[in-house]
């Protein structure tokens, strides 16, 4: 229990020093950057004249708007187009929530447009950072390459991972994750943070969670996806953000 708290003290108090972070869309620093270009721009933009610039597409039917991302080459990111914080909100775990995963999962088809290159399934990962690794307070999954180390590990360890939550057996770019698959060709009727809760950890502190989405295709042959969780431990160095596995070089698009 005492653990507990002090690791929660540790995360509140460090949020000041991420505040001052960088932030990894090149947006900027303020925390409602993103919101302001979604809101304020790109949906207007769309209603008034079908145009959704800055965004490259905004789907007022389904709530989500998808936007290139500064940073990397082929790196967007989707938005919803009502105000959502983050991976905490309860929002997300409503039952009429809109599909972010499955409409950020399909819009892979941009990547290999940018990349002019058709990704495999397994080379393309989305990913939501925690409250404390990340420096925008609007909901937003990066959708972009997976990392080679990752993507490598993961095809190694794949067939040992299975439908609960558990400990990977090897660690990503140092940190301790946990996995699980889901047997689904594009994320339909799915709700990748309801999994989450389902996580011991997230119960404790959603705010703390980052969440990955690889696609894969199991030992059995049948097309799904591996979901990645990582908890937030400022103490040892770890922001909790699932972002470090993504790679926004792209250097899978260049491998043979």
């Not at 690889?214 to 990645?228: Q, S, T, Y």
């Amino acid at each position: 229990m005492v653990k507990h708290w002090i690791g929660n003290l540790a995360l509140a108090l460090s949020m000041g020093l991420l505040a001052d972070c960088a932030s990894s869309t090149g947006i900027g620093l303020k925390s409602d950057a993103l919101w302001h270009i979604v809101h304020d721009r790109c949906v207007p933009q769309q209603e008034h004249s079908g145009n959704p610039a800055p965004c490259v597409r905004v789907d007022l039917k389904n709530g989500y708007a998808l936007l290139k991302d500064k940073v990397g080459v082929a790196q967007y990111l989707l938005l919803p187009t009502a105000a959502i914080s983050g991976i905490e909100s309860p929002a997300l775990l409503l039952k009429n929530v809109p599909e972010y995963w499955r409409y950020a999962w399909e819009a892979r088809d941009l990547i290999s447009q940018r990349l002019r290159r058709k990704l495999r399934r397994d080379e393309i990962a989305l990913a939501v950072n925690s409250a404390y690794g990340r420096s925008q307070n609007q909901l937003h999954i990066h959708i972009d390459c997976i990392s080679p180390k990752t993507r490598s590990a993961l095809l190694l360890h794949s067939s040992t991972i299975g439908t609960d939550w558990a400990a990977l057996s090897v660690k990503l770019n140092g940190h301790n994750y946990r996995a699980r698959r889901i047997y689904s060709t594009d994320l339909r009727n799915v709700n990748p943070f309801l999994l989450l809760l389902q996580e011991h950890e997230a119960q404790n502190n959603m705010s703390a969670m980052t969440l990955v989405i690889v696609g894969v295709k199991f030992e059995n042959g049948n097309e799904g996806f591996i979901l990645l969780a990582d908890t937030a431990n400022l103490l040892h160095g770890d922001r909790g953000s699932g972002e470090e596995l993504l790679d926004h070089t792209c250097a899978v698009a260049s491998t043979p």
